[in-house]
């Protein structure tokens, strides 16, 4: 009997012990970002001032896993391809994300994800050179309502700058050839050479480039650039809210639990004053957006830009 009773209390001891293991909350080990483009670039920088906030706050180590080539699609496809148990997770922008599935066959679409946040979002605006003829959003709508057709620039065909041009374009009825570019300041030397008229970029681009904002293409101004009036102010029109975001993603069917924890620690990081300071000085806006926020927005921008490659004929 004695036996029995001491058998019996080392199991209970056994199942005592192993019981706070089995209810650890998520999560328990390292997790791995995939973020689709080069170390160094845009995205990755975004990303990486993310990654200490976040580790901290979810108490794990996050390794950076670049990713690169073909849009951010093919990082794009190891997340989506990925187990969603909560350990693989991206940091992803717009165009990867809502331009790429409609431009060319990739083995993720909308339905391939469970957003967990957005991050970044930061304004598009018109720019043109300072010495350029053109010196208003106005004059801009008259030189080429006139039919004028005039050149706009931008990174190859399918960027956000694209979209942006097209979707200017087909507000207010312009004639704008698109000239495609390998980077912004290849479009930069383009614009101040006079070889082209215009670009839709990052608000924050003007400064970089030396080049003059004109409009920009948002619903409200943004804090950042209080001077800066939206087209729609300026010229009777559509809002148009073309941005450049970032967001974290997950892999589809990723659970309840694991997405709440995550995107609590995004909303807990977007509210400190390190990450913040952080992000002004990459010259960044933080806009965040929890998971149910966020998964809508991502769902309307996915649509939209799909429409919009549709009616400039170059959806596939």
């Keep these: 009997m004695a036996i029995v009773k001491i058998l019996a209390g080392g199991l209970a001891a056994i199942v005592l012990s192993a019981s706070p293991a089995a209810t650890q909350e998520y999560p328990t080990k390292a997790l791995t970002m995939i973020v689709p483009f080069a170390a160094g670039g845009g995205t990755d920088t975004v990303a990486r001032i993310a990654v200490p906030e976040l580790e901290a706050t979810l108490g794990q180590k996050i390794v950076v896993k670049n990713v690169a080539g073909a849009g951010g699609t093919v990082g794009a496809s190891e997340l989506a391809a990925s187990s969603n148990d909560g350990y693989t997770i991206g940091f992803m922008p717009i165009g990867t994300m809502t331009t790429q599935p409609h431009l060319r066959s990739v083995p993720y679409d909308a339905d391939s994800w469970s957003p967990i946040c957005r991050l970044v979002k930061d304004p598009m605006s018109v720019l043109v050179a300072p010495d350029s003829a053109i010196t208003s959003f106005e004059q801009l709508i008259a030189a080429s309502s006139n039919g004028n057709q005039l050149k706009s620039a931008g990174p190859p065909p399918g960027s956000l700058p694209h979209i942006g041009q097209a979707a200017l374009a087909n507000a207010y009825g312009l004639d704008l050839k698109y000239v495609p570019h390998e980077g912004g300041a290849a479009v930069a030397k383009s614009i101040l050479g006079g070889q082209v008229d215009v ?53 589809a069917g990723t659970s309840d639990e694991v997405m709440m924890a995550l995107s609590q620690a995004c909303g807990d990081m977007a509210a400190k004053d390190s990450y913040l300071a952080a992000m002004s000085d990459a010259k960044r806006s933080v806009a965040y957006m929890g998971s149910e926020e966020f998964t809508a927005f991502f769902r309307e921008q996915y649509e939209n830009n799909g429409s919009l490659l549709a009616a400039i004929g170059m959806k596939k």
């Design 199 to 251: 670009f839709v970029d990052l608000a924050g681009n003007a400064e970089k480039f030396g080049l003059v904002n004109l409009a920009m293409l948002g619903a409200d101004r943004h804090p950042q650039f209080p001077d800066l009036p939206t087209t729609q102010e300026l010229v009777d029109g559509p809002v148009l809210d073309y941005s450049i975001w970032f967001g974290m993603f997950a892999p």
